[in-house]
């Protein structure tokens, strides 16, 4: 008997979340408890790290959990390794669900660099307007260069003030090319700070600073254990033997 595991956060999981629910497949979806009102999924969910390494090994044992499917994002890197050590010990049948990065267009003009670290290295002396469009984990080293004045964009009200002068938008995405320009013009952005998230659901600011003619400071993602990946969610459905069941 099929019994999956979504590590979910993001688009891709709520969409094959859908599609085992529609297809009738036991699945339990977990969210890592980041978001205060997560989307609803139409399966049962839970909320909350597992305890590391071992503390998914046993509920994948504790739950009888025959697939798990990281559908997490690409730069949650650390929740990936876990999965893949936990599957290893527990000899479960593990795969991404991984969206292609972006791809740099001729009209892009693109700073690639490796980390964050690396992204506050390249941003100008003069003082810049500055949208920082990453996780509000990852902001703190961005107070070493205060000359700036950063716009930041969460889902969620921030529980502490950022340690820096800044603007915060609390608006929850998917965002138009033109919700974008919107926001990015008044404010005359000059940069914008991004990670190669890929897929649909954060493009747009991409596409917005092709318009503008803006740099991005593009940060690459987190390497990650070797594991078998798929990009979509009928490659999933026809991993667990289910492809007919889509409907499609
Ligand atoms: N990174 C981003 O920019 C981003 C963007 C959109 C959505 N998200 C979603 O937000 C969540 C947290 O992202 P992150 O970058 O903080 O991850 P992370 O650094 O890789 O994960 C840190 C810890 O959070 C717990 N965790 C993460 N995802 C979980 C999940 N789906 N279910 C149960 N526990 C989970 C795990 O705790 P334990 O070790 O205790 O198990 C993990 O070790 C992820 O699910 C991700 O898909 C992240």
């Known amino acids: 008997?099929?019994?999956?595991?979504?590590?979910?956060?993001?688009?891709?999981?709520?969409?094959?979340?859908?599609?085992?629910?529609?297809?009738?497949?036991?699945?339990?979806?977990?969210?890592?408890?980041?978001?205060r009102a997560p989307a609803d999924q139409p399966l049962?969910?839970?909320?909350?790290?597992?305890?590391?390494?071992?503390?998914?090994?046993?509920?994948?044992?504790?739950?009888?959990i025959t697939h798990v499917i990281d559908a997490t994002h690409p730069f949650a890197a650390g929740m990936s390794r876990n999965a893949a050590a936990a599957c290893a010990e527990t000899g479960t049948p593990l795969l991404a669900l991984e969206r292609a990065p972006w791809t740099k267009a001729s009209a892009?003009?693109?700073?690639?660099?490796?980390?964050?670290?690396?992204?506050?290295?390249?941003?100008?002396?003069?003082?810049?307007?500055v949208f920082l469009a990453i996780g509000r984990q990852h902001i703190a080293p961005f107070a070493g260069r205060p000359q700036h004045k950063y716009t930041l964009r969460f889902v969620d009200p921030p529980a502490a003030p950022p340690p820096f002068a800044a603007e915060v938008i609390v608006s929850r995405g998917p965002f138009t090319l033109q919700d974008e320009i919107?926001?990015?013009?008044?404010?005359?952005?000059?940069?914008?700070?991004?990670?190669?998230?890929?897929?649909?659901?954060?493009?747009?600011?991409?596409?917005?600073?092709?318009?503008?003619?803006?740099?991005?400071?593009?940060?690459?993602?987190?390497?990650?254990?070797?594991?078998?990946?798929?990009?979509?969610?009928?490659?999933?459905?026809?991993?667990?033997?289910?492809?007919?069941?889509?409907?499609a």
């Open 1 to 35: 008997m099929t019994r999956a595991l979504i590590l979910g956060g993001t688009a891709d999981a709520s969409e094959l979340a859908a599609a085992l629910a529609r297809a009738r497949i036991d699945a339990v979806y977990s969210y890592g408890g980041r978001t």
């Open 44 to 64: 049962p969910t839970r909320i909350g790290g597992f305890g590391g390494v071992s503390g998914l090994a046993d509920y994948i044992r504790r739950e009888t």
């Open 108 to 129: 892009d003009h693109w700073i690639e660099i490796a980390d964050v670290d690396a992204a506050v290295a390249a941003l100008p002396d003069e003082p810049t307007n």
């Open 182 to 247: 919107e926001m990015l013009r008044p404010r005359r952005i000059a940069v914008i700070v991004a990670r190669n998230s890929g897929g649909d659901g954060a493009r747009a600011k991409i596409d917005a600073a092709r318009m503008l003619g803006l740099p991005v400071i593009m940060i690459a993602r987190p390497s990650l254990p070797e594991r078998r990946r798929v990009d979509s969610v009928a490659e999933v459905m026809d991993w667990l033997g289910h492809r007919t069941c889509l409907g």
